[in-house]
């Protein structure tokens, strides 16, 4: 089966989020399982070429809609045994951000990722591709593309999050190339405008989120942004598929960016990696439990809940380091927060190195997410000893259950109540961090479950063999 596998960020060339990580750790893991799969995404103008021996091949593509003809180069490389192809157009690649500068969008990004549509549909053609999976968004106008092109290519359309919908005024349908035909509201329509994720999702073969629980949860008003009752008319074809990470990056005993490797049979060398992140963040107090938050500064994450038990945070025994970045609300209340308590470390920017010393330095990671599709950061955590503290949604529901359950995935969790409850379990963490042989054992369980993305890929290779099956 030659699968093309698109995504408009793939690490570690691009990334915005967990989507990137699941773009190269997916295919490679399914390469390794014997999938003949090739990795597409555009070639960003910050894609550091020389580093990743990035060549240009002799093909090229051209794509014509809108009243324009586009040529497109193509250029490509083996990233650990993924071979991965790039696609580059000055209007899709030229930007120095991905989707727009920090807090914005640029005002053309639709008809840059339907030039990436476009072309995707091109190079199936060219490659023979008998499976295309797409992801997000950015590519999902591919399937609609297929159909009309007269392509009979099965495509599989996953949802990593829900609530970036891809939405443009109805103008976009002409520059765009997208036949007005499907302008209505059981395809592209939405409150009057055209709906790229609604396109994905009717066209497609086969959709899939990546975790069970929020395949379940988005059928409902609460985490459906508006799309509840069109999913639940497509919901014979929608899967959830608990996403997964790799487990050669995510290594505490190989991790190159650690000061001290440890393994679960001895956790020595997490309290040096501890010791060492508080002398890095100034921290005299050495006793006291350290969690962490790692993520994107915006709502979904929950950091109001964490920005306003700030104060309550600052009188409690215990050391907090935040790492994100995101909307300039969120960055002025935890700024202004961090400032008042010396227990408290707030960090801006965007750092993969210091995120990995944070997963392995922590004793329990916050996620107070409103809504989560999967969640990579608490597996990562588990992976590295560090439990995880979650609001009770989505993929954080399906990986992550009571301490001393036995089930895999120990943390502390709260189904409901916000602020307040995240608070309680805060406190409950404190009770637990005072039981040292309680906590070992759950860091050590935690460090042995599966969370790697060998089980996820084996999950969507069966699901790709029932496309197969339907040709
Ligand atoms: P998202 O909704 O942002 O995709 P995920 O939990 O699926 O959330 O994935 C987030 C990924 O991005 C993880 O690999 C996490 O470690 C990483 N990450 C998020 N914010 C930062 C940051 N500020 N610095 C370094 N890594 C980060």
């Not at 990795?39 to 093909?59: C, D, G, M, Q, W």
């Not at 209007?91 to 914005?104: A, V």
């Not at 395809?187 to 009057?192: A, I, K, T």
Request: negative net charge; charged residues 25%; contains cysteine.
């Amino acid at each position: 089966m030659k699968v093309l596998f698109a995504s408009a960020e793939l690490f570690p060339f691009s990334k915005s989020g967990g989507l990137a990580d699941m773009a190269f750790a997916l295919p490679h893991a399914l390469g390794k399982e014997g999938v003949d799969i090739v990795a597409v995404t555009p070639l960003y103008s910050f894609v550091n070429i020389e580093k990743y021996h990035i060549e240009r091949t002799a093909e090229s593509l051209r794509c014509s809609f809108g009243g324009k003809s586009y040529e497109i180069t193509l250029y490509r490389t083996c990233y650990r045994g993924l071979e991965i192809l790039f696609i580059y157009h000055p209007l899709l690649c030229d930007r120095p951000y991905l989707y727009g500068p920090p807090g914005g969008s640029y005002p053309d990004n639709d008809l840059r990722f339907a030039l990436f549509c476009h072309a995707l549909v091109e190079l199936a053609k060219f490659r023979e591709t008998e499976l295309l999976h797409l992801n997000d968004w950015h590519t999902a106008l591919t399937p609609l593309l297929l159909h009309d092109a007269g392509l009979r290519i099965p495509s599989l359309y996953t949802i990593h999050n829900l609530a970036y919908q891809g939405t443009f005024p109805p103008e976009t349908l002409e520059r765009c190339g997208i036949d007005r035909r499907h302008f209505h509201l059981e395809e592209l329509e939405f409150y009057g405008e055209v709906n790229w994720m609604k396109g994905g999702i009717a066209h497609a073969d086969a959709v899939n989120t990546v975790s069970p629980g929020y395949a379940e949860e988005i059928l409902t008003p609460e985490f459906g942004c508006g799309l509840e009752g069109f999913l639940r008319r497509h919901r014979n074809k929608l899967r959830g598929i608990l996403n997964g990470i790799d487990p050669e990056i995510y290594d505490p005993s190989k991790d190159p960016t650690l000061p001290a490797s440890y393994d679960a049979r001895d956790l020595r060398g997490k309290e040096r990696c501890k010791e060492a992140y508080l002398v890095e963040l100034g921290e005299k107090r050495k006793d006291r439990p350290l969690f962490a938050f790692i993520g994107r500064f915006v709502e979904q994450k929950g950091v109001q809940w964490v920005a306003e038990i700030l104060d309550e945070l600052g009188s409690l025994p215990l050391t907090l380091t935040l790492l994100g970045e995101g909307e300039e609300r969120f960055h002025r209340s935890l700024e202004g927060g961090t400032r008042r308590h010396d227990n408290l470390h707030l960090r801006f920017g965007y750092d993969e190195a210091l995120s990995h010393r944070i997963y392995a330095a922590a004793d329990f990671l916050l996620m107070p997410s409103l809504f989560e599709p999967c969640g990579l950061n608490q597996m990562i955590a588990m992976r590295y000893g560090t439990l995880p503290l979650v609001h009770s949604v989505g993929g954080l529901k399906d990986t992550v259950h009571p301490v001393g359950s036995g089930v895999c995935g120990e943390g502390l969790s709260f189904a409901e109540g916000g602020e307040a409850a995240l608070l309680e379990t805060i406190r409950s963490a404190l009770r637990l961090y005072g039981d040292r042989q309680g906590l070992e054992r759950a860091r050590c369980f935690d460090m042995g479950c599966d969370f790697s993305i060998g089980r996820c890929a084996r999950n969507y290779l069966s699901l790709y063999r029932e496309l197969e099956e339907k040709r």
